[in-house]
T-cell receptor, first 111, second 114 residues
Framework: EDQVTQSPEALRLQEGESSSLNCSYT??????LFWYRQDPGKGPEFLFT???AGEEKEKERLKATLTKKESFLHITAPKPEDSATYLCAVRSSGGSYIPTFGRGTSLIVHP | DAGVIQSPRHEVTEMGQEVTLRCKPI?????LFWYRQTMMRGLELLIY????????DSGMPEDRFSAKMPNASFSTLKIQPSEPRDSAVYFCASSSNREDTEAFFGQGTRLTVV
């Protein structure tokens, strides 16, 4: 059974204070690891897909990295508009390709 | 494409009533997922379809829950009878026929059972 654990559960940052969110996973045959952003009252919005260890993806102030056991979402010089819940998900052959989600990290960036 | 479309956005109903949630996936997507999100349990998969066929409904909490996908562009999730503990946000998501691609989510239906 696929397992995804995100940490920390909540994170408060000052504007401009860089940090990282962690997503640890246990799967049989990773097909893809996905990062989403979810704003209050909305559905998760897709950010990145990572497929293999060593891969990196960037979008504005966000950079996602992947190892064989975990993924990090690095936030550089965050702004208040980066405040949201960030979700990590995996699809694997062991999980019948079902997207399995972590509980998310709630990020608040103070001005 | 307008993305995944869910209706209604909000539903308030009395305990014991039947509730039907609706979803229109992205055109051309072969996978459709129904998730439920609560503060306590996060995002839970209820059921998923591949090419309109239910593949895994092991996440459906009870026989009160049922889901159908009569064609490639429409799915419903029905709760009958509804109970207060069913109150949650229900999301529909779809993805292409490749098993390594991301799922796209609708805006969700916030269900409140009183």
């Amino acid at each position: 059974e696929d397992q995804v654990t995100q940490s920390p559960e909540a994170l408060r940052l000052q504007e401009g204070e860089s940090s990282s969110l962690n997503c640890s996973y246990t799967v049989s045959g990773l097909r893809g690891l996905f990062w989403y952003r979810q704003d209050p009252g909305k559905g998760p919005e897709f950010l990145f897909t990572l497929y293999s260890a060593g891969e990196e993806k960037e979008k504005e102030r966000l950079k996602a990295t992947l190892t064989k056991k975990e993924s990090f979402l690095h936030i550089t010089a965050p702004k208040p508009e980066d405040s949201a819940t960030y979700l990590c998900a995996v699809r694997s052959s062991g999980g019948s390709y079902i997207p399995t989600f972590g509980r998310g990290t709630s990020l608040i960036v103070h001005p | 494409d307008a993305g995944v479309i869910q209706s209604p956005r909000h539903e308030v109903t009395e305990m014991g009533q039947e509730v039907t949630l609706r979803c229109k996936p992205i055109s051309g997507h072969d996978y459709l997922f129904w998730y439920r999100q609560t503060m306590m349990r996060g995002l839970e998969l209820l059921i998923y379809f591949n090419n309109n066929v239910p593949i895994d409904d092991s996440g459906m909490p009870e026989d009160r829950f049922s889901a159908k996908m009569p064609n490639a562009s429409f799915s419903t999730l029905k709760i009958q009878p509804s109970e207060p503990r069913d109150s949650a946000v229900y999301f529909c998501a779809s993805s292409s026929n490749r098993e390594d691609t991301e799922a796209f989510f609708g805006q969700g239906t916030r269900l409140t059972v009183v």
